[in-house]
């Protein structure tokens, strides 16, 4: 039962003592979240991790979460995943391979002129690394704006992976027309799934080049949940930068994770929010702030990443009893050869 689980778990961390901490992701269900020391976006628990000495830190969230913090952690500590199958899917649409293989075409494409790759968050160690030794950096949802920025302080265009979306409202945001039905030559997708090839004369005028990837929990959102949320609930609407251009465009408010957890906790009582990302973070919100009514963008059609859900509590309560009894089960390690370029990628984001 959850209560015998819950027990178990407690007795494993009163063995464990300071020297295990446990992160949970905004995304990360009631069982897990309610064991955490830190709960928040993946870069805020990641400086957590930085910050502890505990010799184990115990991420609930994905893989790629699990790989930044093992970079900004010092060697000594280790950190764990309770599930190796907790993988994004859209980290895994930009392979670093394969942004390799495309690159000299895209540098051929745009007449080679200086393209800078920043790349989101939600992307594998090794592509982090191809970034900073391209000139590039890593930036997250509240900071790619100023990523762009920086990029085109150093060069002419940006390759933005792996998020087409928040590459498109990231252009948006920098006064790119990317609404307008003729749209802007500026603004360009690479589509590397094209079994003809991607056309190089779409990207060759273009400044920001929008690697075809996505996440597939944020883009099954449309305008119409926010159409029939504001007529059914009076609600206001807050969305993840991660959607659709045209459902941030009728939200109210758009932001990271962190964000929406603001705009929740600065709104009146008695107002009614809709939240535009993974229904976890929705239900918490709810539970943190009941004086705010909170309420799924999605209503009843449950929009959850089927990877963060591979954090089971059972998993959890394994990691924890085997640390206990000195077994160490998955520990996520990003090889050397990766771990200082992409912390480079990293450090270049710190200091924006
Ligand atoms: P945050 O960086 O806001 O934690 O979001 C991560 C994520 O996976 C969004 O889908
Ligand atoms: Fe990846 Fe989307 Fe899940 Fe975030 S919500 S971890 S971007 S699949």
């Known amino acids: ?25 905004n995304y990360q269900r009631r069982e ?16 957590r991790a930085a910050e502890s000495d505990a010799s184990y830190v115990v991420f609930a969230g994905v893989t790629f979460m699990a790989e930044s913090a093992d970079i900004i952690t010092d060697p000594d500590q280790t950190v764990l995943l309770p599930s190796m199958e907790a993988s994004c899917p859209m980290a895994g649409m930009a392979e670093a391979l394969q942004v390799d293989a495309a ?17 989101y968050m939600n992307s594998y160690a090794d592509l982090k690394a191809f970034c900073a030794e391209q000139g590039g950096l890593v930036c997250t949802s509240s900071n790619a704006s ?64 929008l690697w075809d990837g996505y996440c597939q929990v944020h883009e099954r959102f449309r305008v119409n949940h926010i159409k029939s949320i504001r007529e059914s609930h009076d609600a206001n609407v807050v969305v993840h930068p991660e959607c659709r251009r045209d459902v941030v465009r009728a939200a109210d408010v758009v932001g990271s994770t ?19 990302t993974e229904v976890h973070l929705a239900n918490h919100l709810q539970r943190w702030h009941p004086d705010v009514e909170v309420v799924p963008l999605c209503g009843d059609a449950c929009m959850d990443c089927n990877a963060m859900r591979q954090i089971d509590p059972n998993y959890l309560t394994w990691l924890l009893e085997s640390l206990a009894d000195g077994e160490v089960h998955n520990a996520v390690e990003v090889a050397p050869q990766e771990r200082d370029r992409a912390a480079t990628a990293l450090d270049r984001m710190l200091e924006l």
């Open 1 to 25: 039962t959850e209560s015998e689980r819950t027990d178990r778990i407690t007795a494993a961390l009163g063995e464990l003592g300071d020297d295990v901490i446990i992160l949970g992701h």
């Open 32 to 47: 897990i979240v309610e064991h955490a020391d830190f709960i928040g976006d993946s870069y805020e628990l990641s400086k």
């Open 103 to 119: 690159w000299e075409q895209i540098e051929n494409a745009t007449d080679n002129r200086n393209i800078i790759p920043v790349t």
């Open 146 to 209: 100023d990523a762009f920025n920086w990029a085109f302080e150093r060069g002419d265009a940006v390759l933005f992976l792996p998020d087409k979306f928040l590459g498109r409202n990231t252009a948006a945001e920098l006064g790119y027309d990317v609404d307008s039905p003729a749209g802007t030559d500026a603004v360009a997708e690479w589509d590397p799934w094209d079994p003809a090839g991607p056309d190089a004369s779409d990207v060759s005028d273009a400044e920001i080049i």
């Open 258 to 276: 962190s964000q929406i957890c603001d705009t929740i906790a600065n709104a009146e009582p008695g107002e009614t929010w809709a939240i535009g």
